[in-house]
């Protein structure tokens, strides 16, 4: 545990860098009214810092740097999370009041708003339909031997699936069928489909069973959780090294590992994951910081910010809390 002085002066490393990206001397601390005692002190209490793992010493200047633990004791410590200020607020209120586009072109748009918001790259991981629930479903008959068959999801997603008809098949057999299967369908969890028991007549029984026939072998194929991905041109402009920045890149462009490592870090009960903690060498000079949003009272995806571990921690915490919340509102409402 760290005493009030250095745990002061800590602090205040950690937000000047944060600022200015630029290592902190002594001789600045000291200009700072929260810190009231002599240069010979602060320096002697950012070496016992050093020493205990929360600094570092960049062998080019005279000044100091946050480490990994460093950075870890700050966002620990920081007050729980506030509002946005009123601009970003108003960014927030204006691009939910007009997001009414399909799923995929709305988290595409979720993604692009929060890099606006922080500067950093965003990350949207959709619901899985494996954990999605049936809102709705239509069957419609398109010819003598098509049919469509659609089925909406708890989050507004919707499956669609061209069947073919048996020959001679009537069209009130098609509308029966369509009563059957949607009152069957409906508020059972996609991943795990259950048959229906039948309606009674034989010809309508054989297409709602093939109906659920389509739909079950649809479903893992579905369970992919899409990723969308917005301003990795801002996030570039965040390092200053290029090797850096191609290996984030190249992260951001597997599916795969940017949802496991938002799924790891929510997993864990961490909003935020700095540098090692992510677990990937080349993100070792990133923090991830995560929410996950819900359709009503289930968890279904994650938004998240990556950044450099100087990030605005404040900040991304409440846009991502704030964007995470209105998300959720927005597709429970549909």
Do not use: W
Not at 14 to 22: C, F, K, Y
Not at 136 to 154: C, K, M, Q
Not at 239 to 253: H, Q, S
């Amino acid at each position: 545990m760290l005493d009030a002085r250095k745990s002061t002066i800590l602090r205040k490393v950690v937000a000047e860098h944060i600022e200015t990206g630029q290592p902190v001397g002594s001789a600045h601390l000291v200009r700072d009214a929260a810190i009231d005692v002599s240069p010979a002190t602060v320096r002697a209490d950012m070496a016992a810092l050093e020493r205990d793992g929360y600094l570092t010493h960049p062998h080019t200047s005279a000044g100091r740097i946050p480490t990994d633990k460093g950075y870890r004791f700050f966002v620990d410590q920081l007050s729980p999370t506030g509002p946005l200020d009123a601009r970003r607020e108003e960014q927030v209120q204006a691009f939910f009041a007009r997001a009414h586009h399909e799923l995929e072109q709305m988290l595409r748009d979720t993604s692009r708003l929060l890099s606006t918001l922080t500067d950093s790259a965003a990350v949207v991981v959709a619901p899985s339909h494996e954990v999605l629930t049936v809102r709705s479903a239509l069957l419609t008959r398109l010819g003598e031997r098509a049919a469509l068959l659609l089925v909406v999801l708890s989050n507004g997603a919707v499956e669609k699936h061209m069947l073919e008809l048996a020959a001679g098949l009537a069209d009130d057999e098609v509308d029966l069928a369509n009563n059957c299967l949607r009152e069957a369908l409906t508020g059972q969890r996609f991943g795990s489909l259950r048959p229906s028991g039948g309606c009674g007549q034989q010809a309508v029984d054989e297409l709602v069973a093939g109906c659920f026939t389509l739909l079950t072998e649809a479903a893992p194929a579905a369970q992919g959780a899409e990723v969308y991905v917005g301003g990795t041109a801002r996030m570039a402009e965040q390092f200053g090294a290029v090797d850096t920045v191609r290996e984030v890149l190249a992260i951001l462009e597997q599916s795969f590992v940017v949802v496991s490592l938002l799924s790891e870090a929510v997993s864990h009960g961490q909003s935020v994951s700095i540098g090692t903690e992510n677990g990937m060498e080349s993100l070792a000079e990133c923090s991830l910081v995560v929410a996950p949003y819900e359709v009503g009272d289930e968890v279904v995806g994650t938004i998240g910010v990556l950044g450099p571990t100087r990030m605005n921690y404040s900040q991304a915490l409440a846009a991502v809390a704030v964007v995470g919340e209105r998300l959720s509102r927005q597709l429970t409402s549909g």
